[in-house]
């Protein structure tokens, strides 16, 4: 009897144990739930952009010929160079490492220098600069390095860096012509949406015919000028990438 009394009092302490866990577990938890951790944004160079440039700029080529009745001097000068600025907008898509993209700029363009040329009488004949412009529409390659890219980039120009030809009288060319170009540079993005180029170009627009005449025969004048519209560009210019998340 005693040992059957032993024997419940054990079973209900269990029951009892049994219970007081089972209430415990069902109580919330006192730890605190691991912090939230946001996932931080990859940079990338895909996205539209806009941008500003400046830099100098100076032509490679420039020839003149001054004639005195069939009869003149040649003579050729070198040209010194000048200002460019303007803006810039395109559009990058990132595949990797590699990228691939789009850009048209305008720029003004004070590089326009000027052969002096003498005939046998003394008469002054050659030609002189003049504020002019250019633009491309280029594709653009480049391999990222995290938020540096290096790049090349060539495509189709035009624009209008004219002369002026002058005897006794006076005649000029104005005219828009096109051509080619082709460049490399760096780019550096120092905020997701902020980065800075530095960028050198070589632009190739042929050729442009200048002529002056002046006088009445036997002692008119006539000049020819031929200047090759060719130019080299160093500028650096700043983007703001419109964010592509």
Do not use: C, H
């Not at 491309?136 to 624009?159: E, P």
């Not at 082709?182 to 002529?211: H, P, W």
């Not at 009445?216 to 964010?243: C, H, M, Q, T, W």
């Amino acid at each position: 009897m005693r040992s059957t009394l032993l024997s419940l009092l054990a079973g209900t302490a269990a029951l009892a144990i049994a219970a007081s866990a089972a209430q415990a577990a069902d109580l919330p938890s006192r730890y605190a739930p691991p912090p939230m951790v946001a996932a931080i944004p990859v940079f990338t160079w895909t996205g539209f952009y806009v941008g500003v440039n400046a830099g100098y700029g100076w032509n490679t080529s420039n020839n003149n010929n001054a004639f005195y009745n069939g009869v003149g001097y040649y003579g050729s000068s070198s040209n010194d160079g000048g200002f460019v600025g303007g803006g810039q907008v395109g559009y990058n898509y990132q595949m990797g490492q590699f990228v691939l993209g789009l850009e048209t700029d305008i720029q003004y363009a004070d590089i326009g220098g000027g052969n002096n040329n003498y005939a046998f009488n003394g008469i002054y004949g050659g030609n002189g600069g003049s504020d002019g412009y250019f633009g491309t529409v280029r594709a653009r390659a480049g391999f990222a390095i995290d938020r540096a890219l290096i790049y090349v980039t060539g495509g189709f120009a035009y624009g209008d860096v004219g002369t002026t030809a002058s005897n006794f009288g006076y005649s000029s060319n104005s005219s828009t012509n096109t051509g080619w170009v082709l460049g490399g540079g760096v780019e550096y993005a120092f905020t997701n949406n902020l980065t800075a180029k530095i960028e050198g170009l070589y632009v190739n627009l042929g050729s442009k015919n200048d002529y002056g005449y002046a006088g009445v025969a036997p002692i008119a004048v006539y000049d020819y000028s031929k200047k090759d519209n060719e130019f080299g560009v160093i500028r650096a210019g700043l983007n703001y990438k419109f964010s592509s998340y």
